[in-house]
């Protein structure tokens, strides 16, 4: 059974930082991509950051130059630092990870940017 259990959200000022981690537990092999969304109130969820085994990034328009997805293979754990933060980056943040041929959720943990 494999999990996935995310941390580091909270509630920030404009401009401030967060660092999002989510570890991957279970009977697994090395994810062959990992990735962050976001889903705000009313919206669909959306792709924020996606990292590939070969290590290539891609990340969203909205986010380019403040985010940076990065991974520690031996913790199975994938990571977004979020910078220069604004209040539209408030959403619930999910991590998906692809291991073992199937996808799988994170829980959600909420960032909240206030103004």
């Known amino acids: 059974q494999v999990q996935l259990v995310e941390s580091g959200g909270g509630l920030v000022q404009a401009g401030g930082s967060l660092r999002l981690s989510c570890a991957a537990s279970g009977s697994i092999f090395s994810p062959k991509s990992m990735a962050w969304y976001r889903q705000a109130p009313g919206k669909q969820r959306d792709l924020v950051a996606q990292l590939f085994s070969s290590g290539f990034t891609n990340y969203a328009e909205s986010v380019k130059g403040r985010f940076t997805i990065s991974r520690d293979n031996a913790k199975n754990t994938v990571y977004v630092e979020m910078n220069s933060l604004k209040p539209e980056d408030t959403a619930v943040y999910y991590c998906?990870?692809?291991?073992?041929?199937?996808?799988?959720w994170g829980q959600g943990t909420q960032v909240t940017v206030s103004s």
């Open positions: 998906l990870m692809n291991i073992n041929g199937r996808n799988y």
